[in-house]
């Protein structure tokens, strides 16, 4: 069983989340203020177009851009599942997969103007607004709960034949409102009376949202989920986890009493963070992010992967690089493509890469390695929480994966297109840099606690001076002193200088 860790960044103005297995950064996540994540939330939405010819529809949720709905996910009066849909419902990843299509057309269930209940199933992307279903799901510690699909399921991973019956017959005879319910594996091993409790507080919760949505306006709000760092506690936590650390002594406090009313046996590994040096670089988080934001990355026989994102797909291609192997040319590249299938899922979990994803492997003539690295590819794959489909090597020698995309990737959250190459490459944005300035001056907090003066690029000192100015009220806060801003034209846009007063 891999040793987890939770490692918690929190500031005014971002908060970062890692998880760390066996001393390797597994997984990130960002939450800032000002852009704050809406999966999960529900909102009255009102239909601004209905598109026969797409089968969808755009709504207005009060966003900058309509949301996106389509046929599949408009609620049909008659809307039920299929035998074989209600035998692949086994999980919460899975409740949207196996919703039947309409046979009705999308003017045929919506008009112009009509408000729908919603909840965001994927983040907006680039030009495109966020995805929304109707078909709502509220999670819970050890339940989710669909009002619009009556169908009970449970986790596969909970094998127990008699516990899985238990959990069926439990909700059968327990629910008091339509839908249905999945039994997450958190809830292996819990009596009747928490999953009951869990079961209540959900069905409450909806008759709350229902009445809200039905005094308000459209486009509103109703209900919004957990913040980063509670989401991913309800989602995720359990005794696998050694420690959880918090370098913000409020949120400790916080994180402390979810975890006292969750679960009470691991309040001991929730741990405060006292120093003053950022918790990701104590713990080589930063560095691992760093890394992530490079094209190459190196493996440790000296061969190599390249990382490449499109707007369509995301293409991994692997190198020999400087390992010369073994005498026979096929057991060389065998190793190389072994080393590097566990590279590329490690990247593809750390980065937050979906949507399509083609390896090119070295090619490899023997079928039999061919399907060595295609099982170890399958098996590295199991680590994902995020459902992932793959494609056997063709004759090219390329593997196809297909990852489930609910949010941007890491490079899309912490960088922009490079202007001066016309979108070609990707730079960090103004707005990282400023939390990264942030975070080397407290990592050197002695150095400059006299004060400190920053020379930029002109396009970063505006950035500073406007939008980012927040980080900047910060660092004044931190050092009980001013912070100058000095435009350079002669630096990069992402280069910056430190420099204290004396």
Not at 313 to 333: F, H, K, M, Q, S
Not at 354 to 376: H, L, P
Not at 407 to 433: F, N
Request: with cysteine; aromatic share 6%; proline share 3%.
């Amino acid at each position: 069983m891999p040793n987890k860790e939770m490692i918690i960044s929190y500031s005014l103005l971002e908060t970062r989340l890692a998880i760390v297995e066996d001393s390797v950064v597994s997984e990130v996540a960002f939450e800032r203020e000002r852009s704050r994540g809406v999966v999960g939330n529900l909102y009255k939405g009102r239909v601004n177009r209905v598109l026969p010819g797409m089968q969808s529809a755009f709504v207005d949720i009060g966003h900058e851009r309509d949301a996106f709905l389509h046929v599949s996910d408009v609620i049909d009066d008659e809307d039920n599942l299929t035998e074989e849909e209600e035998r692949i419902v086994e999980t919460e990843r899975e409740i949207r997969a196996a919703k039947k299509s309409s046979n009705q057309s999308i003017d045929e269930l919506l008009k112009a103007g009509q408000e729908v209940l919603v909840q965001v199933a994927k983040e907006p992307l680039g030009t495109k607004g966020a995805r929304i279903t109707s078909y709502v799901s509220l999670p819970g510690r050890l339940l989710v709960y669909m009002p619009t699909v009556e169908h009970i399921g449970v986790s596969r991973k909970i094998e127990s034949a008699e516990e899985r019956s238990r959990f069926r017959r439990l909700i059968e005879g327990t629910k008091k409102r339509p839908g249905g319910y999945i039994v997450r594996t958190a809830a292996e091993g819990k009596d009747d009376e928490a999953i009951v409790a869990d079961l209540t507080y959900l069905e409450n919760k909806w008759v709350e949202i229902v009445e809200k949505a039905e005094h308000v306006k459209a486009p509103a709000l109703i209900h919004k989920d957990l913040g980063l760092v509670f989401r991913y506690i309800r989602d995720i936590l359990s005794p696998e986890f050694s420690a959880i650390r918090i370098n913000s002594e409020e949120l400790f406090d916080q994180v402390l009493n979810y975890v006292r009313q969750i679960q009470p046996q691991i309040l001991h590994r929730v741990k405060y963070y006292s120093k003053n040096y950022p918790i990701f670089d104590e713990y080589g988080v930063q560095s691992e992010i760093d890394k992530a934001l490079r094209s190459k990355v190196w493996l440790k026989s000296g061969g190599y992967i390249v990382i490449n994102q499109t707007e369509a797909l995301v293409a991994i291609d692997v190198n020999t690089g400087r390992y010369t192997g073994d005498r026979r040319l096929e057991d060389t590249i065998t190793r190389i493509n072994l080393e590097a299938l566990e590279e590329i899922v490690h990247q593809v979990r750390l980065r937050d890469l979906g949507g399509i994803i083609v390896i090119d492997f070295i090619d490899m003539e023997e079928r039999g390695n061919q399907n060595k690295v295609y099982s170890a590819l399958e098996q590295a794959l199991k680590k994902d929480r995020s459902p992932t489909k793959s494609i056997q090597i063709n004759e090219f020698g390329l593997i196809v994966l297909t990852r489930k995309r609910v949010k941007r990737s890491l490079e899309r959250v912490l960088c922009r297109p490079c202007p001066s190459c016309q979108g070609s490459s990707w730079i960090k944005s103004p707005t990282t840099l400023a939390y990264e300035i942030v975070d080397q001056v407290r990592k050197d907090f002695v150095v400059y606690s006299k004060g400190l003066t920053l020379r930029v690029h002109p396009e970063l000192a505006r950035a500073l001076r406007g939008k980012e100015a927040p980080a900047m009220e910060e660092l004044k806060s931190m050092l009980h002193n001013e912070v100058d801003i000095r435009s350079d034209q002669n630096m990069y846009q992402e280069q910056y200088e430190l420099v204290a007063r004396k």
